[in-house]
């Protein structure tokens, strides 16, 4: 009986010091991980900004909005803002379009504070290789076409692909995939422009 009793308190003990060092281990590396994990969303987030000139981190300050919220998609909607000189530079919108090809697309779209779009990225996707997935900057060039875009150039009705009628090219052999994306941009620029203020606000502020 001693016998066991002593191996049970050997094994207490030997527990409790692994649970004190993996603790420990925790709250040593915690903040480092944390750290890893923004850079890495900014990492993600910084294309879309084009040469925005900025001050803050677009990571550390964002806002979900849950539908219905007049973004694209039916999902929540997460908007990454920037300042510069505490004023307003640009917002981000991770958005998604929902006429995709085989699915919702996830995109980030960058627009400026006067309303022109400093970048887009293609988030998620379930297109189809060699096809649909033309949208991924790593896959081609059809995202550089959005840059310096806005509301006004070209003017809101021609927000559509060529095949369409619209100014934006499509992808050759698919039409469906660029149609979704060219619309979740279109429809997240007429959101900024209604919501400008709301966008940018900050809690206590006046706006």
């Not at 590396?29 to 990492?43: D, M, V």
């Not at 400093?118 to 033309?134: C, F, K, M, N, S």
């Not at 550089?144 to 021609?158: A, I, K, M, N, T």
Request: proline share 7%; with cysteine.
């Amino acid at each position: 009986m001693k016998r066991w009793l002593t191996t049970g308190l050997t094994l207490a003990a030997i527990a409790a010091v692994c649970v004190t060092v993996v603790a420990a281990t925790h709250h040593l590396t915690a903040g480092r991980i944390a750290e890893n994990r923004l850079a890495f969303l900014e990492s993600r987030l910084a294309p879309a900004l084009g040469t925005v000139d900025y001050d803050t981190r677009p990571a550390a300050d964002a806002i979900t909005l849950m539908p219905p919220h007049g973004l694209p998609g039916n999902e929540p909607a997460t908007i990454y803002r920037v300042y510069r000189d505490r004023q307003p530079a640009a917002a981000l919108f991770a958005v998604s379009a929902r006429n995709g090809y085989a699915g919702p697309i996830r995109v980030l779209v960058g627009i400026d504070a006067a309303g022109a779009i400093t970048g887009v990225r293609i988030l998620e996707h379930e297109e189809t290789p060699g096809l649909g997935d033309g949208i991924e900057a790593s896959r081609g060039d059809w995202v550089e076409q959005f840059p310096g875009r806005s509301l006004g150039d070209p003017p809101v009705e021609s927000w559509s692909v060529r095949a369409d009628g619209g100014r934006f090219d499509q992808l050759t052999g698919a039409t469906i995939t660029p149609r979704a994306v060219v619309g979740a941009i279109r429809d997240t620029l007429v959101y900024f422009e209604a919501n400008k203020d709301t966008v940018f606000s900050r809690p206590g502020s006046s706006e």
